[in-house]
């Protein structure tokens, strides 16, 4: 199959030196066209340039399937959202209603909410009722212009509800249009009744080898924090994780400084995400190592916490990356569009560098950014066309207007 897209008001997002991610200073860097062209063919992008230009692809329209006026708004790649929670059962809003009352979110897990309460929730669904309500929120965050997804487990905390939550993002893979990745969480919080020891033992022990045996995730992670795991914890499960050829992916500095950026460096960890309350310290280690870290703006924005250090890592020359953390208890939100617009907000990050932060880094932050995340020849053709809009820095500045017209995945439009 092949597409054209021509009119395109601005062609943002290329990558024509085969960038993997971007880093500090080169995070401002959106290589852009204005009146541009894009050619498809079979799912991937195939070529792109000027309207203007007299001998273009774009001028020859009978070798084209299917043409596209996009009427002169922009096209950007997908974002990359390389941090979620989005298979879970029900929602949280009672929580909500406690935070506002007072209750941080620590309180409301030493009550039994939090984690706790969304485990006790999924037991009781069967893995196509479960299946189903993921199902709503992957359709969501493909029309808000999502195109990769990293979805974890952690709300089972027993073996067989962290196989079903698996089961159902495997399923996720096999049935929906975007890119998926499967992070399994099982150390996500203590399964009641069982002293965090123990608990560790039957990750590592049990609930590990069998999501191994079904080949049911791509990384391991770990929440490694104030009143969850230990950094000396997370070494032990990171370490059997490798032993299955799972790469480290940890949850960390959310609550308090925890030492998971050690940890993260030590083993070689792909991202290490949250970050909240990063210190200097946790910035110089991070410099030895090739971990991106990823930070999550609509966490500090929904708990009214304080926000990831972003604009020091860039300073640090890092590979800064930002997701959602869509779950059901601290950021029930997918949006993309508007942890952009956090990150410009509240993080101080320039538009271009929130969107490399929310597409190429985070394709980076899944491993995946050979195909995903930018677009250059020979790349998954997963984008997006909006609206007419005057500027890229519209994007996060009109940060609830709703711009994105037309969505494709794998060069097929998404209706």
């Not at 996009?70 to 009672?94: I, K, N, W």
């Not at 499960?237 to 949850?251: P, Q, S, T, V």
């Not at 991106?292 to 590979?319: D, Q, V």
């Not at 930018?374 to 994007?395: C, E, L, V």
Request: glycine letters at 8%.
């Amino acid at each position: 199959m092949k597409l054209l897209v021509k009119n395109i008001g601005t062609l943002s997002g290329l990558n024509t030196e085969k960038v993997r991610r971007r880093y500090g200073e080169d995070m401002s860097v959106l290589p852009s066209i204005n009146n541009a062209w894009l050619s498809v063919i079979d799912g991937k992008f195939s070529d792109f340039g000027p309207m203007c230009s007299d001998d273009t692809a774009a001028q020859r329209t009978d070798d084209y399937d299917t043409i596209i006026d996009a009427e002169g708004g922009m096209v950007l790649p997908s974002f990359c959202d390389s941090h979620t929670h989005l298979v879970y059962a029900g929602s949280r809003e009672q929580e909500f209603v406690d935070k506002i009352n007072g209750l941080s979110y620590a309180e409301i897990a030493r009550r039994g909410g939090g984690i706790l309460n969304s485990a006790d929730r999924l037991h009781s669904l069967s893995e196509d009722e479960l299946y189903e309500q993921s199902m709503t929120r992957v359709r969501e965050i493909i029309k808000k212009g999502t195109g990769a997804v990293e979805i974890k487990s952690g709300y089972g905390l027993s073996t067989e509800d962290e196989l079903k939550m698996l089961r159902v993002i495997r399923r996720i893979k096999e049935t929906a249009p975007l890119k998926v990745m499967s992070t399994f969480l099982g150390a996500h919080a203590v399964a009641r009744g069982m002293s965090q020891s123990s608990y560790v033992d039957l990750v590592v022990n049990e609930m590990l080898p069998a999501v191994a045996a079904e080949g049911l995730a791509d990384f391991i992670d770990v929440f490694c924090d104030e009143g969850f795991f230990t950094p000396e914890e997370t070494s032990r499960i990171l370490e059997a994780g490798a032993r299955y050829g799972l790469k480290g992916k940890i949850h960390g500095e959310e609550l308090a400084p925890s030492g998971v950026v050690e940890v993260a460096v030590k083993h070689g960890a792909l991202s290490v995400d949250h970050l909240e309350s990063m210190t200097d310290v946790d910035i110089e280690m991070l410099r030895s190592s090739d971990t991106i870290p990823t930070a999550l703006p609509g966490t500090s924005f929904f708990l009214n916490m304080p926000f990831a250090p972003a604009r020091k890592m860039i300073s640090a020359g890092f590979p800064l990356a930002i997701a959602s953390d869509y779950n059901p208890g601290s950021t029930p939100s997918g949006d993309m569009k508007f942890v952009v617009s956090l990150a410009c907000i509240k993080m101080r990050l320039m538009p271009e560098e929130a969107l490399n932060a929310a597409t190429i880094n985070g394709a980076a932050a899944m491993g995946i950014s050979r195909e995903y995340g930018s677009i250059g020849k020979g790349m998954i053709a997963n984008f997006f066309i909006t609206d007419p809009i005057p500027s890229i820095a519209f994007i996060p500045y009109a940060y609830t207007t709703p711009i994105i017209r037309r969505v494709f995945l794998e060069g097929k439009e998404i209706v």
